[in-house]
């Protein structure tokens, strides 16, 4: 994220178009700060999601190996 003299903010997006937002040079300043703030954040819940839903992916196949552990054979 980049912010231009003239008040520009500047997002870049990995694999998606850049984001332009023309703005007052002290809103570009606080849109910035706040975006740096909540950024990580962000990032953080996004790695524990995954992290669940893999921990939950991996339950699934155990409970699904032990069901058909004691199935009964005929």
Same mark, same amino acid.
């Given at each position: 994220?980049?912010?231009?003299? !003239?008040?520009?903010v500047? $997002?870049?997006?990995?694999?998606?178009?850049? $984001?332009h $937002?023309?703005l007052?040079?002290? @809103? +570009? %300043?606080?849109?910035? *700060?706040?975006?740096? %703030?909540?950024?990580?954040?962000?990032?953080? &819940?996004?790695?524990?999601? @995954? =992290? !669940? @839903?893999? !921990? !939950?992916?991996?339950?699934? *196949? &155990?409970?699904? +190996?032990?069901? =058909?552990?004691?199935?009964?054979?005929?």
């Open positions: 994220m980049t912010v231009e003299p !003239a008040g520009k500047n $997002i870049t997006i990995p694999h998606r178009r850049d $984001i $937002i023309p007052e040079p002290l @809103e +570009a %300043e606080r849109l910035v *700060e706040k975006m740096n %703030e909540l950024i990580p954040i962000e990032k953080e &819940r996004r790695v524990e999601r @995954e =992290l !669940a @839903e893999q !921990a !939950a992916e991996k339950d699934r *196949e &155990r409970q699904k +190996a032990d069901t =058909l552990k004691y199935r009964p054979v005929r």
